[in-house]
């Protein structure tokens, strides 16, 4: 069984940085992709970022692309989203999402593709 916990989010004004983290148990962390996702009220949650085991492929959303950047540090079981020039519009719950090993190492955007999931974090931007 793998456990997930983010912690970093919080309030920031505009164009503001934040840095998420996401500790997770588990022997096969670096066997497995990450992601993270985001839930606004009102909203379906949707992909944001995903990382492979090793961490050389990285894959982004369209609307956080140049503004965001996934990483990890195997050794530790953590994977970061560092997110830079914050917008309202990113207001959400971010969740941190692992895929099980027995999948494969590549990165997924489906919400199903994910075995694993923290109980979220709030971010909130204002204007």
């Known amino acids: 069984q793998v456990s997930l916990v983010e912690s970093g989010g919080g309030l920031v004004q505009a164009g503001g940085s934040l840095r998420l983290s996401c500790a997770a148990s588990g022997r096969t962390f670096s066997s497995s992709s990450m992601g993270w996702f985001r839930q606004a009220p009102g909203k379906e949650r949707e992909f944001v970022a995903g990382i492979s085991g090793t961490g050389v492929i990285r894959y982004y959303a369209d609307s956080v692309k140049g503004r965001f950047t996934i990483s990890r540090d195997n050794a530790k079981n953590t994977v970061y989203l560092q997110m830079n020039s914050l917008r309202p519009e990113d207001t959400a719950v971010y969740y941190c999402?692992?895929?099980?090993?027995?999948?494969?190492?590549?990165?997924?955007?489906?919400?199903?593709?994910?075995?694993?999931w923290g109980q979220g974090t709030q971010v909130t931007v204002s204007s």
């Open positions: 999402a692992g895929r099980s090993y027995t999948r494969g190492s590549t990165i997924k955007t489906g919400r199903n593709e994910y075995d694993y």
